[in-house]
């Protein structure tokens, strides 16, 4: 028995390991919280995180860009009087919390 347990434990776990990354897409999300353009969902690859991309002008929230993206990391810098904020995560639809 202790066997059986043991295969279906090895089992589970190739099977979660296998679950892929869902996060929410959007190519134009506005102050107001709401997606004007390309909402929905991706499905992270190999090396992809969920990452937004917050854009903002003299310290108030402009826009949001919201993607699976490809070796992601977290990075704040400014450029013409704006402040671009990008935050990768790992987790489902955590783009959308941040």
């Known amino acids: 028995m202790d066997k059986h347990f ?4 090895a089992l ?4 979660v390991a296998v ?10 999300r506005t102050q ?5 353009r390309g909402f929905g969902v991706c499905v992270a ?7 937004i991309l917050k854009i903002f ?3 108030t929230l402009q826009l949001s860009y919201l993607v699976c993206q490809k070796f992601c990391r977290d990075l704040t810098y400014v450029r013409n009087n704006r402040t671009y904020v990008h935050t ?8 959308f919390k941040i």
């Open 88 to 95: 990768c995560c790992n987790y489902d639809y955590c783009n």
């Open 6 to 9: 043991l295969l279906l434990l």
């Open 12 to 15: 589970f776990c190739c099977i």
């Open 57 to 59: 002008q003299d310290k």
């Open 32 to 36: 107001t919280d709401r997606c004007r």
């Open 45 to 51: 690859k190999k090396h992809e995180t969920c990452m």
């Open 19 to 28: 679950i892929p990354l869902t996060c929410i897409t959007c190519h134009l």
